[in-house]
């Protein structure tokens, strides 16, 4: 089982970024941080194989070289402010599954917010039981334990919550602009760059806690050849990197605002955020896949609680609470 990140690591990365002007003597960071000067070298070569770039000058020591884009809480959490979302961040370089490792710390009682982030992931999950593809350092993989008020039944709102929260973050750091396509994909030129997995631990009546695991793919330079007509980047899009840091806190103070909203006045906010957003809300002719049977219909909107009304062929009316979308061209 992998371990989250050694604190005195990220202390080591903070360090390393708060005197990015300055040459460090290895001798004084392994003082400051209180491991010796041969694990200083040895987790220096780990950040350096993660892409880090360190200049170690023999006599004098260690300084880096540019600010680097991990996700390590002591990078993230200045960002965040007094966001209840992220006051706790649980980090790994590698791990199988952010969700499997989120639903474990929420069964040993975890708080509200805490947030689980991997530069990579060996295990990554989708929806429908598919592989998340998690290359390193490149995307954002990350959980996150809330703790809501909610019914279970409710619970699928949190879902379309994220991909709101998540388009609005998207937007404001990179100004490219995201398709939701119902309930959770989030979509560039009608590729996907973002997918959401919500997962429960609940009592009939009572929820424990949702983990809702949201994987974007931001820096890759490139799709694996078997995901190329259906996956894209953002930087792809974009044509430029993107600041890791900058769109998880984005994200993170967005998916705090819209749970605020949806805690003080219900789910119409999410609701009415997510049809102004989405191009499958109303009038786009879909397919859905169900329990291995398709069928054929036209989006009518969203009920209250998130699903997807839609008009089959047939005539019938019926309200989507899952099953997969696909636009009909
Ligand atoms: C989908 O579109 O099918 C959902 C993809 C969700 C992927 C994210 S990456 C972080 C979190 N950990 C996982 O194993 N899955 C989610």
Redesign the pocket.
């Known amino acids: 089982m992998s371990q989250p990140t050694d604190r005195r690591m990220d202390r080591l990365i903070h360090l390393l970024a708060e005197n990015a002007t300055v040459v460090m003597p290895g001798p004084k960071i392994a003082a400051e941080i209180g491991v010796t000067r041969a694990t200083v070298w040895a987790w220096i070569e780990r950040l350096r194989s993660l892409g880090v770039e360190i200049q170690g000058y023999p006599a004098t020591g260690y300084q880096l070289r540019v600010v680097p884009d991990l996700l390590t809480p002591s990078l993230v959490r200045p960002e965040l402010g007094e966001c209840e979302i992220g006051k706790k961040i649980v980090h790994y370089f590698l791990t199988g599954?952010?969700?499997?490792v989120a639903m474990e710390l929420a069964a040993d009682g975890a708080p509200h917010g805490t947030v689980v982030l991997a530069e990579e992931?060996s295990?990554?999950?989708?929806?429908?039981g598919?592989a998340?593809y998690?290359e390193k350092s490149s995307g954002i993989?990350?959980?996150i334990i809330l703790r809501p008020t909610l019914p279970p039944a409710a619970a699928p709102i949190l879902t379309l919550l994220a991909g709101v929260a998540g388009h609005h973050a998207i937007r404001k750091i990179t100004g490219l602009v995201t398709d939701i396509r119902w309930p959770?994909?989030l979509l560039i030129s009608g590729k996907?760059v973002g997918?959401?997995?919500t997962e429960m631990s609940a009592e009939l009546d009572r929820i424990h806690a949702v983990v809702v695991?949201?994987?974007l793919n931001v820096n890759h330079r490139s799709m694996p050849r078997d995901l190329r007509s259906i996956a894209t980047s953002l930087s792809l899009e974009g044509g430029r990197r993107y600041s890791r840091v900058h769109i998880l806190a984005a994200l993170l103070k967005e998916m705090q605002r819209f749970y605020l909203l949806l805690q003080e006045r219900g789910s119409a906010e999410v609701v009415r955020g997510w049809e102004s957003i989405s191009s499958f809300a109303r009038g786009k002719r879909i397919r859905v896949l169900r329990n291995s049977e398709e069928a054929f219909g036209l989006t009518q909107g969203l009920e209250p609680s998130g699903a997807l009304r839609v008009r089959f062929e047939d005539g019938r009316e019926e309200a989507l609470i899952s099953g997969e979308v696909l636009e009909l061209k």
């Open positions: 599954s952010t969700n499997t992931q295990a990554g999950r989708g929806r429908f598919r998340w998690s993989y990350v959980s959770n994909d996907k997918g959401i997995l695991g949201l994987g």
